[in-house]
């Protein structure tokens, strides 16, 4: 039996008389594997039936409740009619890709993804399979620098600021980027690392975890101490305002991110990040070499960008997964009779002499008595132009009333 895909509230997969969700965004009833503990991929880690880590548990939080499995690498478990394993994804600790694997055909989903060597992950795995669902944060055209050219750069500059009296200060997310700087900074130099709380709450379960990273919190005694002499490196999350902090004067601030070189103004930035760009994903494809790819997470044009690219170097069918409804081996259910009246119900909306923008069509709609989906009111809107009831606008993605 094929599986089917589509994003909606986080990755849904359904093959047999099974659904299972990757990643979902909110609670759900059906059973979740969680890929890895940032913030959009473990919303729903307190649903009835879920998989992850144990690092993942740790660092999302969560109290370790009955409902929660833990799963180790290349150790399968059942999920109703299939098998499951989970692999490295090499993003960050923790961090797992799942493969599900029914009697007829496998499939992998990826979650946040990196394809080499660092510090502190092991580059993901290359699982083969026969549909990949994979990330595609990075899915225009991008090149990152080697890391180990990256690295020499950070601790350059770490001790040129020293040198010069200053606080070397990185802004940085504090879930992966934060440990391997620690790391970084750890091996090749001998200065105290100060980390923000919500870098050291992290820190402390890489630390569980057996990641010997030497740090001190910023509001810790020593930490304090240390901050008040100078000559130590300073890692804060990236949102955290600096202008109004006391040593403000004396930091030397830098970003780090993948977006480092992209979007980072007139500051300093380093473009260090824990997934992989627009290049290594290919190389991730190609290795894995399955017969079908859906690309997801990040912008739209990451994902169609991506898949295009993929069809044409590569020659293996790739597209975007669908919104909400199906795609995949497609079982759609079109109920004909429901499309027709919210065929009406979008007509009742619209008034001669009006230009109406989709978005609001869509949710004005869906928003009605009869609590249409949104995939309803598209095929909907798109039924109406094909009968010549309304007109679509393409220059502002907005539709009028086809008048006589
Ligand atoms: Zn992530
Ligand atoms: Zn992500």
């Not at 039996?1 to 994003?7: D, I, P, Y």
Request: glycine residues 6%; contains cysteine; neutral net charge.
């Amino acid at each position: 039996m094929s599986f089917s895909a589509r994003q909606s509230n986080g990755i849904v997969v359904e093959f047999m008389e099974t659904q299972v969700v990757f990643d979902s965004t909110r609670k759900t009833a059906f059973p979740l594997l969680v890929t890895h503990a940032h913030g959009d991929h473990c919303k729903g880690l307190r649903s009835k039936e879920t998989y992850c880590t144990h690092p993942t548990l740790e660092l999302a939080d969560v109290q370790e409740a009955e409902s929660h499995h833990l799963v180790e690498f290349n150790r399968p478990f059942e999920v109703g009619h299939a098998e499951v394993e989970a692999h490295n994804s090499g993003h960050i600790l923790g961090s797992a890709q799942y493969k599900v694997t029914t009697d007829s055909e496998s499939l992998v989903y990826t979650g946040d993804l990196n394809f080499r060597d660092t510090l502190i992950t092991k580059r993901a795995e290359a699982v083969p399979c026969d549909v990949l669902i994979m990330e595609s944060t990075y899915g225009t055209p991008c090149y990152f620098p080697s890391r180990e050219y990256m690295y020499e750069r950070i601790v350059d500059w770490t001790t040129f600021s020293i040198k010069r009296g200053r606080i070397p200060t990185f802004q940085t997310d504090a879930l992966g980027n934060a440990q391997e700087l620690i790391t970084l900074l750890n091996i090749e130099t001998a200065l105290p690392v100060i980390t923000h709380p919500r870098v050291s709450k992290y820190n402390e379960v890489y630390r569980k975890f057996g990641h010997n990273l030497q740090y001190f919190d910023e509001k810790s005694e020593e930490g304090l101490e240390i901050s008040c002499g100078g000559n130590y490196a300073l890692i804060v999350p990236k949102n955290v305002n600096l202008r109004t902090d006391v040593r403000a004067e004396k930091l030397d601030i830098a970003f780090v991110s993948g977006w480092g070189a992209r979007f980072s103004g007139r500051r300093k930035a380093f473009c260090l990040s824990d997934h992989s760009d627009f290049y290594r994903l290919l190389d991730f494809v190609e290795e894995v070499a399955p017969r079908k790819v859906f690309t997801c997470h990040g912008s739209h044009r990451s994902k169609v960008t991506l898949a295009k690219k993929i069809q044409s170097a590569l020659q293996i069918k790739s597209m975007p997964l669908k919104r909400e409804s199906s795609s995949g081996v497609v079982r759609k259910h079109v109920d004909l009779a429901r499309i027709g009246s919210c065929v009406e119900e979008i007509m009742a909306n619209v008034k001669p002499g009006f230009i109406y923008p989709k978005g609001w069509l869509v949710s004005a709609t869906c928003n009605g008595l009869r609590r249409f989906t949104k995939g309803e009111v598209e095929t909907g809107l798109s039924a109406s132009v094909k009968q010549g009831r309304l007109r679509y606008l393409h220059e502002t993605d907005s539709f009028e009333l086809n008048l006589p």
